[in-house]
């Protein structure tokens, strides 16, 4: 069995507290496996005091952090020349063109003057705007701007990306075409990245792996498979007739409930699915048998029988839930 591959980003009891008391991460222990990683949590969290932290761009109160192999405290330097970094916010100077700014990027990050500008190139047109390189930024929609945050966080051939809420600003299609590129990134080209969002059913679409926290505090790290495995619960949805659907399946003793219009959720395990008496052992196929039964009995249209897989929206409100229960 080969082991397994080193850690991107490690922090142990990693605190930050600002002036007047306010604490952005209260002893943040987590492990950023290689591959692309979801850091989800509301407004306010501790995902951009965590990204800054890493960089070195902040010191910690206590605690400590490695960003591939590096400690952020003492060899940050050394980290920004191995990361790219996208922030948050918008901080693009809107008179020089993209191919200056991101020319100019790759020099910072230590790239010889004829390198960076063959690097710039190759960076705008992964991120789409090749055509519109030499237009001035100022003149550039919210979507572009974004795509040439991107592009500079690449110019220096990172070998990791942090990518602060890349989506912010973006209409629908905006966002959508942003995941695309940073699915693609990481699929291609092999870099491990962080994206940090609120926006968590966008999260989902492109990672292999979550970092839950709130309040600076770490809620649940693992796989997204781990976070949205299947359910205990059979959605049902019919096209008409969900009050008389919900009354026959707990006539024969199933505990169904209505959720939104045309759907209903029927737990499984413990609830007599099959039984009729309330006594049986509730196993998925009898369930199944039971509902196909009783939608075929009140003559409704089917639309979907499945095993419900989790969101990790509702997932992530559970963990919230129960940290403030421990709390």
Known sequence: ????????????????????????????????APGVTG???????????LI????GLLTPTSGTAQVLGHESATDSERIRQLVGYMPEHDCLPGDVSATEFVTHMGRMSGLPATAAKERAAEALRHVGLHEER??????????MRQR???AQALVGDPRLLLLDEPTNGLDPAGRTAMLELIERIGTEFGISIVVASHLLSEIERVCDHLVAIEGGQLLRADTLSSFTGVSQTLVVEVEEGVAALLEELARRGL?????QR??????LGGSGAGSGTGTGTGTADQAFDVVIGAVADLGL????????????????????QEAGNVS
């Open 255 to 259: 505990a169904p409930r209505a959720y």
């Open 52 to 55: 800054k932290t890493l960089l």
């Open 1 to 32: 069995m080969s082991p397994s591959p080193p850690a991107v980003i490690e922090t142990s009891g990693l605190t930050k507290e600002y002036p007047g008391g306010v604490i952005a991460l209260r002893g943040l222990t987590v492990t950023f």
């Open 301 to 320: 249209p089917l639309s979907r029988l499945e095993q419900r897989r989790h969101q990790v929206e509702e997932l992530f409100r559970d963990e919230s």
């Open 134 to 143: 030499y237009r001035q930024i100022g003149t550039y929609s919210t979507g």
């Open 148 to 150: 040439v945050k991107l």
């Open 39 to 49: 850091l989800i949590g509301a407004n306010g969290a501790g995902k951009s005091t």
């Open 262 to 267: 045309t759907q209903v959720l029927v737990p």
